[in-house]
């Protein structure tokens, strides 16, 4: 196992920004996990494991403790019969979707457009277009910093909107996610076919490429939904909805700006710092604050100091 010292995060997240972590380890066994645990307790120093990094904002100072990742011996995907999948935390999420079109079952096929990992996707209970990667878990298994193994049936993770018990955790006694089980309906049961499920995920892509600035660095949609709008349909629970009555699309500070494509992205436009991300998204929540009375949650992940 390589542990890195002054890793620059910038090279390890989708906005491209963030200054260097302490330390940064790639381990691909449960026992290099225990190791680092171990050495972060012994120098006093935090932990953080990450995913691919879009769903994140890591200061300029960058993150003075041990950032993990896992590697390619978590993105296995065992199949166990029966529609029965137990997939690695590591594993893309966009493979495993595609997977599972290829099978020949549904439930996640819509999420294959989700840049991040099946481990980050448990986290946020990630979702697409009707579809949540809650949508046929039926267990999780992570670990603690002991190395104590945790299984978990679904109904125990408190799946919500963008919301697993594993954020929870992570308050104090963080669990790193190895890997989760998935029952998956036969696309034959609902009458398609795997082409149907192929056509359905194209059809979500395609609205992605013309509906969100996938040519620049961003970090996927800066808010969550709200849970009611202050007008009158339903369409108006979405955030960028606010955010484009309140004339902010395109509003820049440094480098970042607000997406002229989708109000809910903040992009780097290049040259950008975190702390211009940082500072536009409380821009955003203030000026949509004041002239709604909404107030708007970062989805996306803060860490370091800024």
């Known amino acids: ?11 390890h997240t989708s906005f491209k920004v963030g200054g260097p972590a302490k330390f940064f380890a790639k381990v691909e ?13 012994r120098t006093g120093l935090p932990c953080f494991l990450l995913g691919k990094g879009t769903n994140l904002l890591v200061s300029d100072k960058g993150f003075d403790g041990f950032i993990i990742q896992l590697g390619k011996s978590f993105s296995e995907i065992k199949d166990l ?8 935390a590591a594993t893309p999420l966009a493979r495993f979707a595609r997977f599972c079109i290829n099978q020949g079952y549904a439930d996640i096929h819509k999420l294959a457009g989700i840049p991040g990992s099946l ?11 009707g579809q949540e990667i809650c949508n046929g878990c039926v267990e999780v298994v992570s670990m603690d910093a002991v190395g104590n193994l945790h299984t978990r049936a679904a109904g125990e993770c408190k799946f919500g909107y963008r919301h697993s018990l594993f954020q929870e955790l992570a308050a104090n006694r963080a669990e790193v996610i190895l890997s989760a089980t998935f029952q998956l309906t036969p696309a034959a049961s609902l009458g398609k076919t795997s082409a149907d499920l192929e056509s359905e995920m194209q059809e979500c892509m395609e609205k992605r490429r013309k509906s969100q600035p996938l040519n ?14 202050a007008a009158e349909t339903p369409a108006q629970i979405a955030p960028g909805y606010y955010i484009e009555q309140a004339g902010l699309k395109g509003y820049r500070i440094g480098g970042a700006e607000v997406s002229q494509v989708h109000a809910n992205f903040i992009v780097n436009t290049g040259g950008a710092t975190a702390s211009d991300i940082k500072a536009l998204s409380e821009f955003v929540q203030k000026k949509v604050a004041d002239k709604f009375n909404i107030h708007l949650q970062r989805e996306i992940i803060l860490l370091g100091e800024f």
């Open 81 to 88: 019969g029966n529609g029965k999948f137990r997939v690695g």
């Open 119 to 129: 481990g980050g996707a448990i986290y946020m209970n990630a979702g697409a277009y």
């Open 216 to 229: 620049m660095p961003n970090a996927g949609s800066t808010f969550k939904r709200l849970a009611a709008g």
């Open 29 to 41: 066994s449960e026992s290099e996990l225990v190791e680092i645990h171990q050495k972060a307790q």
């Open 1 to 11: 196992m390589e542990i890195l010292e002054n890793e620059f995060m910038s090279a």
